[in-house]
């Protein structure tokens, strides 16, 4: 099965030789699955030509946030929306959870409620998963067809599905701590020090990251029948 990871943005320069960049780091994710990928950086404004040139496509964080004039969000709410309609599966992570649900009618916000980093308790109809995270926006408003799936007391749309068609994820399953510690070290200016602090002292918790591959996995890979109709 292709999957085609649309990246959208990258991670930061000084972590990118040791870690990798967000592509690869999807890659590791779901290694051993049967997936093949193909990655196109959409950020850069490199587009797929068609809804079809993979069997499901997988959106991945970004430094930006949706609301943000980009030259490149527009295009890729299209594509978004022409996959959604075609029944090609879409998985978004992060900035993909969001950009999917603006895209389909949602709303996305910078939370008053401020930042989240480091690992956090989701309860996933009624499974606690502990997952690193790392956003202050979240989606305050879902789209009409999307399903709430997982919630946290501090983001309540932090998981969301969307029939047989998406599967979104605010949290980073495919951060492991080395990616946590290198975001605190050195993209953590604006973020308030005592979180920083309980998220450093939370970092041993063993962050479930295979149970989310393991439903990324069973999404993508779920019987359906694909529309052919657009492009």
């Given at each position: 099965?292709?999957?085609?990871i649309?990246?959208?943005?990258?991670?930061?320069?000084?972590?990118?030789?040791?870690?990798?960049?967000?592509?690869?780091?999807?890659?590791?994710?779901?290694?051993?699955?049967?997936?093949?990928?193909?990655?196109?950086?959409?950020?850069?404004?490199?587009?797929?030509?068609?809804?079809?040139?993979?069997?499901?496509?997988?959106?991945?964080?970004?430094?930006?946030?949706?609301?943000?004039?980009?030259?490149?969000?527009?295009?890729?709410?299209?594509?978004?929306?022409?996959a959604?309609?075609?029944?090609?599966?879409?998985?978004?992570?992060?900035?993909?959870?969001?950009?999917i649900?603006?895209?389909?009618g949602?709303?996305?916000?910078?939370?008053?409620?401020?930042?989240?980093?480091?690992?956090?308790?989701?309860?996933?109809?009624?499974?606690?998963?502990?997952?690193?995270?790392?956003?202050?926006?979240?989606?305050?408003?879902?789209?009409?067809?999307?399903?709430?799936?997982?919630?946290?007391?501090?983001c309540?749309?932090?998981?969301?599905?969307?029939?047989?068609?998406?599967?979104?994820?605010?949290?980073?399953?495919?951060?492991?701590?080395?990616?946590?510690?290198?975001?605190?070290?050195?993209?953590?200016?604006?973020?308030?020090?005592?979180?920083?602090?309980?998220?450093?002292?939370?970092?041993?918790?063993?962050?479930?990251?295979?149970?989310?591959?393991?439903?990324?996995?069973?999404?993508?890979?779920?019987?359906?029948?694909?529309?052919?109709?657009?492009?």
């Open positions: 099965m292709r999957i085609g649309l990246k959208c943005g990258q991670s930061p320069e000084v972590l990118r030789g040791e870690l990798g960049d967000y592509d690869t780091m999807f890659e590791r994710l779901l290694a051993g699955r049967g997936f093949d990928f193909a990655t196109w950086h959409v950020e850069a404004m490199e587009f797929p030509a068609s809804v079809h040139e993979a069997d499901g496509w997988l959106l991945t964080g970004s430094r930006h946030g949706t609301y943000e004039e980009h030259a490149f969000i527009p295009p890729l709410e299209d594509f978004i929306r022409r959604y309609a075609a029944g090609v599966p879409l998985v978004g992570i992060c900035f993909g959870h969001q950009i649900a603006q895209a389909l949602g709303r996305v916000e910078k939370f008053p409620g401020g930042w989240s980093i480091g690992p956090q308790d989701y309860d996933f109809d009624g499974e606690t998963v502990t997952l690193n995270a790392w956003h202050q926006d979240q989606v305050v408003e879902r789209p009409q067809d999307a399903r709430v799936v997982a919630s946290s007391g501090f309540t749309n932090a998981a969301l599905v969307y029939g047989d068609r998406a599967f979104t994820v605010q949290a980073h399953p495919e951060f492991d701590d080395a990616m946590i510690h290198g975001l605190i070290e050195h993209r953590s200016d604006t973020v308030p020090s005592e979180l920083v602090a309980e998220a450093l002292t939370h970092m041993d918790d063993a962050a479930q990251s295979k149970l989310i591959a393991d439903r990324i996995e069973a999404f993508f890979k779920a019987p359906r029948t694909l529309a052919r109709g657009a492009a």
